[in-house]
């Protein structure tokens, strides 16, 4: 069992930055893939990012590749989101997961492990 926190989200205007955590509970941290996923008002939930186990390979969405980062620190059992150059379609409700598939997955049907989310708000 894996309990996720997210934290970081709040109200920035176009242009700007956040940095959203995603803290995890257990001594498995490492053996999971994590990704972040968002979702918009009446949208579905979509992939965002992911990272390997060991971080080494990070995935993005286009919407968001050379604009978001994924990273992780094992040690501190956290993945984080660097989001720059924020748009306001960026405005959603973002969640991290723990999947014990594939980092390659971009289906949150092969996330086993979900946090509350973060809603971050980017006004323009």
């Known amino acids: 069992q894996v309990q996720l926190v997210e934290s970081g989200g709040g109200l920035v205007q176009a242009g700007g930055s956040m940095r959203l955590s995603c803290a995890a509970s257990?001594?498995?941290?490492?053996?999971?893939?994590m990704g972040w996923f968002r979702q918009a008002p009446g949208k579905e939930r979509e992939f965002v990012a992911s990272?390997?186990?060991?971080?080494?390979?990070?995935y993005y969405a286009d919407s968001v590749k050379g604009r978001f980062t994924v990273s992780r620190d094992n040690a501190k059992n956290t993945v984080y989101l660097q989001t720059n150059n924020l748009k306001p379609e960026d405005t959603a409700v973002y969640y991290c997961?723990?999947?014990?598939?594939?980092?390659?997955?971009?289906?949150?049907?092969?996330?086993?492990?979900w946090g509350q989310g973060t809603q971050v708000t980017v006004s323009s």
């Open positions: 997961a723990a999947s014990r598939g594939y980092a390659t997955s971009t289906y949150d049907h092969d996330y086993d492990y």
């Open positions: 257990g001594r498995t941290f490492s053996s999971y893939v």
């Open positions: 990272t390997s186990r060991g971080g080494g390979r990070t």
